[in-house]
C-alpha cells in the first residue's frame, strides 16, 4: 500500500521520538489514517512481535491492513485482551486509546492492556479525539507504558488538575473534569503527533442540521415527562424519576419511541421518521446513525426491503440504507462509499460525536461528504447538539493549527 506524504512524516517523527522514550500518541484527526505510519514505526523499529488492540468493529480493516503490507501482528478487541499472552511483545499500538479510560477510573480493560504495555519496548497510541471530554484522560492513555512521574490518577490531578465541588444531595462531591492544558500539554508534547484533516488533504464534511418539529403526541408527553417526570402513552406508563433518567426519555422520545417502565418499547411519534422518509427515500446509498434501539427498529419497519442493519449486506449494494448504531459505528468503519449521512439521532459523547461525523470521510473520496443532522425544535436535542459541537470545535483546537 502506498503511503501518503502526511503518513511518511508522522512515520518519521514516530520513529524519531520513540527512540527518546517508550510512548508517542499520534493524535491525528479521523480518517486521516494513523494505522498505515503505526505499522511503518513498527518496521523501522525492527518490531517483529507486536500487539495491535482496539475496537471489535475495526478488528477486519486492521486485518486487511496488516495483510497488504505483509507483517505478522496480533490484532485483538479490548474485551478479549486477557487471551493474549503478557509478556514477549516489542510493541502495543493502542488503538482509539481514549477508549482507554474516563476519569477518574479507566474501563475493565486497562489493567490487561498495560500489563503488555509495560513490558514492551514501545507503545504507540492512535486517537482522533485523545481529550476531547476533558484533559484528564491523557492520564490513562499514557499510564499504560508508564509515563508519570505521579502514581495513580488522584495524585496526578493534585498536580495538573483544576480543583472543583458540587453539591450533590447536600454534599460536596469533587469533580476531575477541569485540568491545566497547558501544563499537561507541556508535558506529554513531546510525545504528541498531529495531523488535521487538511493536512491529509482531505476537505472537512459538510454538516447540515434540519429542523424537525414536533408532532402532538410526541409534544403532548414530552412535556408531560419534563414537567411531571411522568406520562402514560397509550395505556403504557413512563417515567423518568432521576435528572439522568428524565434527560434520557426525553432523548428518546424526539427519535419516536421510549422505555416504559417495565422495559417494553413504546411508540411515542412520527415526525423524525416522516421527516427522514420525505427528505432521503430516493436517495442512493445512505447511512443512517442512531443513538438508540427502539428507533433504529422503527426506521427499518419504515424502510422495508431498502433498508438493512448488516453492513456487509449494505455494502454487497443489495440495500440503500444502513441503519446502525452511534456507540457501534462510531470508530473502525468505512463509510466513505455512501453518498450521505443522517445523524437521526445525536450521541451523548462529544467523542462519538466527532468520530461519527468523519465516517464518510476518506483520503480518496472525490466529492464533498454530506452530513445531515436532525435536530427537534424547542427540545432536549437542540441542548445536545450545542453541547457536542462544542466539543468538536475543542477537538480542533487540541492541534494547534
Request: with cysteine; charged share 25%.
Given at each position: 500500500m502506498q503511503s501518503k506524504d502526511h503518513q511518511d512524516r508522522i512515520?518519521?517523527?514516530?520513529?524519531?521520538?520513540?527512540?527518546?522514550?517508550?510512548?508517542?500518541l499520534i493524535a491525528g484527526e479521523p480518517r486521516i489514517g494513523k494505522s498505515l505510519p503505526a505499522i511503518a514505526i513498527a518496521q523501522k523499529l525492527g518490531w517483529t512481535n507486536v500487539l495491535v488492540v482496539t475496537k471489535k468493529a475495526a478488528i477486519g480493516g486492521w486485518l486487511e491492513l496488516i495483510n497488504e503490507m505483509k507483517v505478522n501482528f496480533e490484532v485483538v478487541n479490548y474485551e478479549s485482551i486477557q487471551k493474549t499472552r503478557s509478556e514477549g511483545w516489542d510493541g502495543v499500538i493502542v488503538d482509539e486509546s481514549h477508549r482507554i479510560g474516563a476519569y477518574p477510573k479507566p474501563c475493565i480493560a486497562f489493567s490487561e492492556v498495560r500489563s503488555r504495555c509495560v513490558m514492551a519496548k514501545g507503545v504507540i497510541l492512535l486517537s482522533g479525539t485523545p481529550a476531547i471530554e476533558s484533559g484528564a484522560k491523557l492520564y490513562h492513555q499514557f499510564a499504560l507504558a508508564g509515563?508519570?512521574?505521579?502514581?495513580?490518577?488522584?495524585?496526578?490531578h493534585n498536580k495538573f488538575g483544576i480543583q472543583k465541588k458540587i453539591k450533590l444531595y447536600g454534599r460536596d462531591v469533587a469533580q476531575y473534569d477541569d485540568v491545566d492544558m497547558d501544563k499537561i500539554m507541556g508535558i506529554v508534547g513531546k510525545a504528541l503527533i498531529s495531523c488535521t484533516m487538511?493536512?491529509?488533504?482531505?476537505?472537512?464534511?459538510?454538516?447540515?442540521?434540519?429542523?424537525?418539529?414536533m408532532d402532538p403526541k410526541t409534544c403532548l408527553h414530552y412535556r408531560n415527562i419534563k414537567r411531571d417526570s411522568i406520562s402514560r402513552i397509550d395505556n403504557?406508563?413512563?417515567?423518568?424519576?432521576?435528572?439522568?433518567?428524565?434527560?434520557?426519555?426525553?432523548?428518546?422520545?424526539?427519535?419516536?419511541?421510549?422505555?416504559?417502565?417495565?422495559?417494553?418499547?413504546v411508540?411515542?411519534?412520527?415526525?423524525?421518521?416522516?421527516?427522514l422518509m420525505k427528505k432521503w427515500i430516493g436517495k442512493r446509498k445512505i447511512v443512517i446513525f442512531t443513538e438508540y434501539v427502539p428507533e433504529r427498529n422503527r426506521i427499518l419497519v419504515e424502510l422495508g426491503k431498502?433498508?438493512?442493519?448488516?453492513?456487509?449486506n449494505f455494502k454487497s449494494g443489495e440495500y440503500r440504507f444502513f441503519v446502525g448504531?452511534?456507540?457501534?459505528?462510531?470508530?473502525?468503519?468505512?463509510?466513505?462509499?455512501?453518498d450521505e449521512m443522517v445523524l437521526y439521532s445525536i450521541p451523548w459523547s462529544g467523542s462519538n460525536y466527532v468520530q461519527v461525523l468523519a465516517r464518510l470521510s476518506n483520503m480518496h473520496r472525490e466529492n464533498r461528504a454530506i452530513i445531515n443532522v436532525l435536530v427537534m425544535e424547542n427540545t432536549i436535542d437542540e441542548?445536545?447538539?450545542?453541547?457536542?459541537?462544542g466539543k468538536q470545535d475543542f477537538n480542533r483546537r487540541m492541534y494547534n493549527k
Open positions: 512515520a518519521l517523527e514516530g520513529c524519531e521520538r520513540l527512540s527518546r522514550g517508550r510512548v508517542i509515563f508519570w512521574d505521579e502514581a495513580g490518577f488522584y495524585k496526578w487538511e493536512e491529509a488533504g482531505m476537505e472537512r464534511a459538510e454538516i447540515i442540521r434540519h429542523r424537525v418539529f403504557r406508563v413512563v417515567v423518568g424519576l432521576t435528572a439522568p433518567q428524565q434527560a434520557q426519555i426525553l432523548h428518546m422520545m424526539t427519535g419516536g419511541a421510549c422505555y416504559d417502565d417495565r422495559g417494553g418499547i411508540d411515542v411519534g412520527k415526525a423524525k421518521i416522516d421527516y431498502n433498508g438493512t442493519d448488516n453492513l456487509e448504531s452511534t456507540k457501534v459505528y462510531c470508530e473502525g468503519t468505512d463509510f466513505s462509499f455512501c441542548a445536545i447538539f450545542e453541547a457536542v459541537s
